[in-house]
């Protein structure tokens, strides 16, 4: 019963994990709202359409939204929801040794990351396979003005090395597991971030892979799908990477 409450929970709220949680700044070079917007997202560069969001709220960017992966780029049955509120990142401040792990979760999860981005886009892309649930994960893309993409990649290294376990801050008996294991490579530089929770026999995965190619990191996140089952994200990340670097300069 948790597992499938959670995982609808996952597909009805993925774009809230990374949407409506608060303003962040606006990429500058903004395409008009609306503006139907070239992308190569797929693995032969052949150009494709799509419309982007008619209107957009605190932080959405339509230039990057541009380069967020497209269905074109994934398997048949899979949907791209595109986000036009984007959260800010933790900011530059980073947490001390004297901050509680349970209280960095959103960090030891890579759903938040140290940093300040320039711009951030983001997007739910979910499959309709399985017979009770999709498979759900999010994309969110990252430009720098600085060094902050490598920042944050080596602090959340840090994090997950300084907090591998972590009870849950409730009295619920959840617990939480990080790890950095081996992944694909891919840009300049990659890592991969199994994450999991645990309530009394069920355990549910909430694995991400992030890459760094330059100073723009794209980030993709599964969404508590069971261990194991994560066949989808290494191609996710694959398509994500391709369409951020054959959508731009």
């Not at 597909?11 to 903004?30: E, I, L, N, R, W």
């Not at 990351?113 to 649930?133: F, I, K, Q, W």
């Not at 003005?145 to 009295?171: E, H, K, N, Y």
């Amino acid at each position: 019963m948790l597992r499938t409450v959670l995982r609808r929970l996952g597909a009805a709220g993925a774009v809230c994990v990374v949407a409506a949680c608060g303003p962040s700044t606006a990429d500058p070079a903004d395409r008009s709202a609306g503006e139907a917007v070239p992308s190569t997202a797929e693995a032969t560069g052949t150009p494709t359409t799509r419309k982007l969001p008619a209107t957009g709220g605190a932080g959405y960017s339509a230039s990057l939204s541009a380069r967020l992966v497209t269905t074109d780029a994934l398997p048949s049955g899979f949907t791209v929801d595109i986000a036009t509120v984007v959260g800010p990142d933790a900011g530059w401040q980073r947490p001390g040794p004297e901050v509680p792990c349970a209280d960095m979760i959103p960090l030891l999860s890579a759903k938040r990351l140290t940093g300040t981005p320039s711009a951030m886009a983001a997007a739910t892309v979910s499959s309709a396979e399985g017979p009770d649930y999709p498979w759900v994960a999010n994309e969110v893309l990252r430009t720098y003005a600085d060094d902050g993409a490598r920042g944050a990649m080596a602090d959340l290294r840090t994090f997950i090395g300084r907090c591998p376990a972590v009870a849950s801050p409730g009295q619920d008996g959840d617990s939480y597991r990080f790890a950095v294991v081996p992944g694909p490579r891919l840009g300049d530089e990659s890592m991969r971030v199994d994450s999991s929770t645990t309530s009394g026999s069920i355990t549910l995965a909430w694995d991400s892979i992030l890459v760094r190619i330059g100073t723009t990191l794209v980030v993709v996140h599964e969404q508590g799908n069971e261990p194991g089952g994560d066949d989808h994200l290494p191609r996710l990340a694959e398509a994500a990477l391709r369409s951020y670097q054959t959508t731009g300069p």
